[in-house]
Each structure stands twice: as C-alpha cells, then as structure tokens.
C-alpha cells in the first residue's frame, strides 16, 4: 500500500482552505499543516517536521506563494493552487509541480497527485557513501581535478552552471544546485537561497540583512544573503538560537 | 451691375456653404471627442477583479457541502451584483443609494473570501444618499482597500464606509485599518482608473484623496452638491 502523501496547505481563504483539505483527504493525503499566510509555512517548516508537497495560494497575506518558493531553505515539490490564472507562467519558472485552478476539483487534483507520487514510487535505493574526506569533480582544463570539501565555502547557481567556491571559482560537474544538494546530502551543506548552497563552517560572520533575511560573511570579505527561510537553519547551525 | 451683384451673391452663397460645412464638421468632430470620452470613461468604470469572482466561486464550491441555504443567498447576491455592475454602465449617474446597494452585494462576495477577517461598518447619513453621482464612485475605492489594505494582513481589518456632508457638497469615502498605506507608493490601477474618470467626467484631481490617519488609510470623495434622484 502507498504511504499517505504529507501536504502543508497555504490558503488564506477559510472556504478555499476548507476545500483543497477535504479534497486531499479524500483521496488518502495526510494534511500535516494548514497555514493562512506566506510567513506560516516558515514557521512550520522550522518545525524540522516531515513533509512531502506544499500546495500554496499565490495571494496570501505577508508573502505570497512565489515569494515564499523564492525564499525557501530547500527544495520541495511545490503545487500552486490560484483563482486566475496569470501568474501561472512565473509558477512554472519556479519549477512548480503542478499549477491548480479554483475551485480545485477532484479529478483534476487526482492528476497532481499522481505527479507528486510518480518520483516517490520510481526512486533508486541511495548509492552508498564514500568514506574519508569527502571530495568532488571540478573541471579542469580538458580534465578533472577532486576538491576537498572541507576547503570549500560555498556553492553558487550562475549562468547555467554550479560553480564551487574554494578560494577561487571551479566549475563543477552538477547541472542545478539541486543535484549538487543531493549530491552533497548529509555533509552539511545549508540551501541558503535558491542559488546558494552554504558551508556553515566557512561562515566568519553575520549581520541583520533586510526583510528578515542575514548576511553571512566568509574569510576574505564575501558577503552573501541568506534567505528569511534559511535564517533560523543557520542561526542554529552557527549556535546563535 | 448685374453681373457684379451676380459674382459677389456667388461668392457669399459659397463662403456661407464653406462655414456651415466647416460648422458641422467640427460640431461632428465634438461628438465624436465626446462619444470617445464616455466610451472612456466607461471602460475605466470599475470591473471587479477576476481574482475576487474566481475565488468567491471557487469558495460557494465548498460552502454547498456546508450550508445550502447559505449557499443559495450567496449566489442569488452574485447574480444581483453582476447584473447591477452591467446596469451600472448603461447610466450616466445614479443616486448614492444605488452605490450602496452594490457595495453591499460585493461586500458579500467578498466575505465568502476573506470570512472574520473582513469587518465591515456604515457611517452613512441617509439625508444625502439621494443625490446623483456617475456611477461606481464607491466600489473601486472599497476594492481598493481591500486588495491593498485588508486581504493582505493577516488579521484583516476593519472597513468603514462613511457618507457625510462637507461645505456645501458631501464627502463619501472608505477607511480600513488593515495593511498599513504607505505614502508615495504608486497608486494602483483601480485608484488611477478611478481618478482618470474623474477628469474625463470634468471633475477636479484633487477631489479624490488618500492619506493616512493613525491606524487606518482613508480614501476620500470631496463632491460638490450634485441634484438629487426624483422620489
């Protein structure tokens, strides 16, 4: 039998709330949150409690759900849920799983749901994990050349490539920041923004940013932003909360 | 003698042809900018947001599980709403009473939406809801506070509505005390639309304002005295 799907459900709107969760129930979902607004999924998320989707409204009060996205501490499979249907082209830029149209109607959700739980159903056992100082590819001229990991601060999303930052910029192998995130699963590494993967280690220092986010300072004067989502993941990270 | 009287009668006849074509002309030419005008000024008249209608439907889609009859109520209240919305553009003006009576029916619709987070008072003195106004002066500015003022904080807020006397004319306007106004921002396109309509219908720009009083923004119509709708 298939494990319940987990959602967290943003909807400002009781009705539209009332809907969407008597919808997912019926159809064997496991609701684990219902928030009313954007900084509420944070709030839950910092939780550190499981969960599978988030289906988010996209006018909500405090953020909406694309700024929300914008700033989330990792990824997770996202459904936009919107009564009119113009922001649905910056919903699928943000990689949205899906993008529902109100009112929400069973059929059409029972396709989303099969698109979340495809991935799930078809994942590959996890390959197993060197030993030793962990080390990965960087281009090199026509080759390859291993960086030690713990000599790297940070890694960045530009221009269609995930570089690595160890004292200079080398480009890695992984395609978005997402792989490189798997790749790097369980060593430590912090999504810090959606184009930044943090070593909280190499972090020298921190100040307030604007709007609840921080800056994070590493040895040589770098400064980068971390995102109001990740905030508290690093502040505890760094044994500030 | 003949002829020359012949020649300068000519040449009267024709001049006089020539100014009462040119008379016309511009007379047809003044219809046309005025037919343009209130062709204008309609299309700017309110359009409630798609985003409003799509989610209070959406919302009746779940309410029919819960409350039948609150149901009905709803839907009966929308169709009234879309079709004094549609009635509304087909007149040059209406009395202030007309003007509530929309505002009610879209403040119902708003609070399938937005539910207790939506609370809604009336300062209305009903000494003066006779008097004509062009029409959809109040909804826009209603829509406005609650697209920027009350649907974004995440307790609401409180809405009045108030119709009072001002010198010699009145002042109708919406307070809400939800997302705090804050001043220089661009006004949005309801607001613009609604000031540009008022230029076009001859009124002056500074009788629409906004502002900010301790915890509520207050959104103003300052109307000279218009005639009032015949009993």
């Known amino acids: ?241 | 003698m003949l002829a020359l009287l012949l020649t300068n009668l000519s040449f009267a006849v024709l001049l006089g042809w020539i100014l009462a074509n040119k008379e016309r002309a511009e007379e047809r030419e003044a219809e046309a900018v005025q037919a343009a005008t209130i062709a204008k000024a309609r299309a700017l008249q309110s359009q409630m947001s798609p985003h409003v209608l799509f989610n209070a439907i959406s919302g009746l889609t779940e309410l029919v599980w819960k409350d039948q009859k609150a149901t009905e109520e709803a839907l009966v209240n929308l169709a009234h709403l879309l079709r004094n919305l549609l009635d509304s553009s087909t007149r040059p003006v209406d009395p202030l009473t007309s003007e509530r009576a929309i505002v009610e029916q879209y403040l119902a619709v708003e609070r399938i939406r937005l539910g207790a987070r939506l609370r809604v008072e009336w300062d209305w003195d009903e000494h003066l809801e006779s008097h004509l106004v062009p029409p959809l002066m109040l909804q826009p500015l209603v829509e406005n506070a609650i697209k920027h003022g009350i649907a974004p904080s995440r307790d609401g807020g409180a809405l009045r509505i108030f119709l009072r006397p001002e010198g010699s004319g009145f002042c109708l306007g919406v307070a809400n005390t939800g997302a705090p106004f804050e001043e220089g921002r661009p006004e949005g396109i309801g607001l613009r639309n609604l000031r540009e309509r008022l230029s076009l219908l001859g009124e002056r720009p500074e009788c629409l304002t906004l502002r900010k009083q301790e915890a509520w923004t207050v959104a103003e119509l300052h109307l000279g005295l218009t005639p009032e709708a015949s009993q």
């Open chain 1, 1 to 241: 039998m298939t494990k319940p799907l987990r959602i967290l459900i943003a909807e400002d709107e009781p009705l539209n709330l009332a809907r969407l969760s008597r919808l997912l129930q019926a159809a064997e979902c496991e609701i684990v949150a219902e928030v009313t607004d954007g900084p509420g999924v944070f709030e839950w998320l910092n939780k550190g409690e499981a969960v599978d989707a988030l289906f988010l409204d996209i006018q909500m009060p405090g953020l909406s759900g694309l700024d929300v996205v914008a700033d989330l501490p990792r990824p997770f499979p996202i459904v936009f849920v919107t009564a009119y249907s113009e922001h649905a082209v910056r919903a699928f830029e943000q990689a949205a799983v899906d993008f529902l149209l109100k009112p929400v109607t069973a059929e059409r959700l029972a396709k989303t749901l099969e698109r979340l739980r495809s991935p799930r159903e078809h994942a590959t056992p996890e390959a197993p994990k060197p030993t030793g100082p962990f080390r990965y590819p960087v281009k090199a001229g026509q080759g390859l050349v291993f960086l030690d990991l713990a000599k790297t601060t940070h890694f960045t999303f530009e221009d269609g490539i995930v570089w690595a930052h160890a004292g200079d910029r080398f480009r890695t192998l992984w395609q978005t920041l997402t792989e490189a995130e798997t790749a790097l699963a369980g060593r430590g590494l912090l999504r810090s923004h959606r184009h930044l993967l943090l070593r909280p280690e190499a972090v020298v220092g921190v100040r307030a940013g604007e709007f609840g986010r921080i800056v994070a300072r590493l040895a040589g004067g770098v400064e980068l932003e971390v995102s109001r989502g990740a905030a508290p993941a690093l502040k505890k990270r760094l044994g500030l909360s």
